[in-house]
């Protein structure tokens, strides 16, 4: 990310890496945003689903699903929120520093810089259909912003009760919630040497297109080799130091070390491992273009795969064949 140009605008900025900058990634786009305290990314909405999860501080977000309910939440470091194609939303940095989170489409192709903005659209239409639409004077738009905000300053909002009470006109609320506590979230797997939590739609309901696992490694410790069977990973590195090997046929094998604000990606079904080779926690989030996470553990198939079998493979004696770890730990501690 950091070698991707930032849109900067008064109010925040926002940087993206698409397939045509990161060529492998055709399932994914990424989005890096920061917003100040009181920034708005204005009113808008994708042909994308959007995922997303925050990274610092804590940010507001509105949004109406298609049956016409209103969800206004306030999400902080950790968390997440999703929201399907076409629904319409906005964001907003909260005190006391605003908000920065890291945004994932369901296309490789999709762009944060071209967008279905509300200003856009004001913009583009005639002031008299305007007034027809809305039933008020075309006057009414005579100070419209001919060019679209995207980010831009605006006041800090009120309590969020406050916020919700005035979205409530009908009382109805959509069935299951738009965002999801995943830092503060039971692990999934977990060992002395890190954990993975995961959200998909078995926990986070409304994420059907997007599912995602955040990964937590201590120092020398290793998120095992496993593959995953129905998805490419996007992942993002929050934290730490990271060396990722991916084994592909052929064979071909590549070796990358990653830091903080890097991007990785392993296509569905090629075997992977990552390391944590520094010296503070390393943590990263996987995302996948699929309604459920799914992992199959080296060493789980070959505990669960005649001891016999496996021990004429490798030259491996079977008694030390039966001290490997037949659970899928997720992460393994340094040896």
Known sequence: FNNAPKRVQNGGWARQVTQADFAISDTITGVNMRLTAGGIRELHWHQAAEWAVMTYGSCRVTVLDAAGRPYVADVNEGDLWYFPAGQLHSLQGLGPDGCEFVICFDDGDASEFNTLLL????????????????????????????????????????????????????????????????????????????????????????????????????????????????????????????????????????????????????????GHYVENVGDTDLQFIGVFKAPRYQEISLSDWLTHTPAALVAQHL????????KWPDNGPGVMPHS
Not at 149 to 171: E, H
Not at 315 to 322: C, H, K, L, R, S
Request: glycine letters at 8%.
């Open 315 to 322: 030259n491996i004696d079977e008694a030390i064949i039966a």
């Open 119 to 270: 200003t856009d659209w004001f913009a583009h239409t005639p002031p008299e259909v305007l007034a027809k639409n809305f039933g008020v004077p075309a006057q009414t738009f005579a100070k419209i912003p001919l060019q679209n905000l995207w980010i831009f300053q605006g006041t800090l909002p009120g309590d969020l009760a406050s916020d919700r009470t005035a979205v409530s006109k009908t009382g109805r609320v959509p069935p299951h919630p738009v965002i999801f506590r995943l830092g503060a979230s039971a692990p999934a797997k977990e060992s002395k040497s890190g954990d993975v939590r995961i959200a998909d739609s078995n926990n986070f309901t409304v994420a059907t297109r997007i599912a995602a696992a955040l990964v937590t490694v201590r120092p020398g410790g290793l998120r095992e080799m496993h593959w995953h069977p129905n998805a490419d990973e996007w992942q993002y590195y929050i934290k730490g130091k990271a060396r990722m090997t991916v084994f592909d046929t052929g064979p071909n094998a590549m070796t990358m070390d990653f830091n903080a604000g890097d991007i990785g990606y392993v296509k569905k079904n090629l």
